[in-house]
């Protein structure tokens, strides 16, 4: 059974035009990240949540935002997609508290193309 | 930064022989682990490694790790054309409060050829 699920797994958009990404996972996990991976590039973490409070890394532009309305769901918003935000992008859960003993659990991503 | 840098960048070998591929890092970690990524998908976790362990296995793969090297080799054995796939390292930084996102290498690309 899927544990964390990202919606849809594909989003086609036009340049300027706001989108959301969904992800949902069913672990209960109380950490969740969002990744921006380009091709042929590693993994870029944009931001995470630890329950309700919300981490952004120090380079992640003002133009993506990231909601958590409960456990479950986490929201990545691209206000103004460019079109170098064309890219594949991943959720990933973490239980928390457990350091060095737990993994990250990754949704199977969502690839955005902009027009 | 603290990342992880995959050697080689590309390997391609035939079916049937191992695939070794190894990863450096900068800083001390909690643990260290592998993605498998095909082309176009997700990540897909292969195997964590904890700090205070030197060695693992897992099927056909077998994970060392030198914390005083600061480098970790993933080895696949017995390669098949399904290996065909991106490889990643990752490790999370050793901290005492707060959570430690993901910092991934640049990643190996292995081709298994029939």
């Known amino acids: 059974d899927a544990m964390v699920i990202q919606n849809p797994r594909y989003q086609v958009t036009q340049f300027g035009k706001p989108v959301t990404l969904s992800c949902s996972q069913t672990?209960?996990?109380?950490?969740m990240y969002w990744y921006q991976q380009k091709s042929s590039q590693a993994p870029k973490l944009l931001f995470h949540y630890y329950d309700k409070d919300f981490n952004n890394e120090a380079d992640t532009p003002d133009n993506f935002q990231s909601r958590r309305p409960n456990t479950s769901f986490c929201f990545l918003d691209i206000r103004s997609p460019g079109l170098g935000d064309a890219a594949m992008y991943l959720c990933a859960t973490f239980r928390g508290g457990e350091w060095g003993t737990d993994t990250q659990y990754f949704g199977p991503g969502t690839r955005l193309t902009v027009l | 930064s603290q990342q992880g840098e995959e050697d080689p960048q590309a390997l391609s070998i035939q079916e049937g022989e191992n695939a070794t591929m190894n990863c450096s890092y900068k800083?001390?970690?909690?643990?260290l682990q592998w993605y498998r990524q095909n082309s176009g998908r997700g990540l897909v976790h292969l195997i964590l490694?904890?700090?205070?362990?030197r060695e693992k296995h897992s099927g056909r793969l077998r994970v060392t790790l030198d914390t005083s090297k600061k480098s970790s080799s993933l080895l696949i054995t017995a390669s098949r054309a399904a290996d065909t796939a991106s490889y990643f390292c990752?490790?999370?930084?050793?901290?005492?409060?707060?959570?430690?996102?993901?910092?991934f290498g640049k990643g190996t690309r292995l081709s298994v050829i029939a």
């Open positions: 990752a490790t999370d930084a050793f901290v005492i409060v707060g959570n430690t996102p993901l910092v």
């Open positions: 672990l209960n996990h109380n950490v």
């Open positions: 490694i904890r700090s205070n362990e």
């Open positions: 800083t001390s970690i909690n643990n």
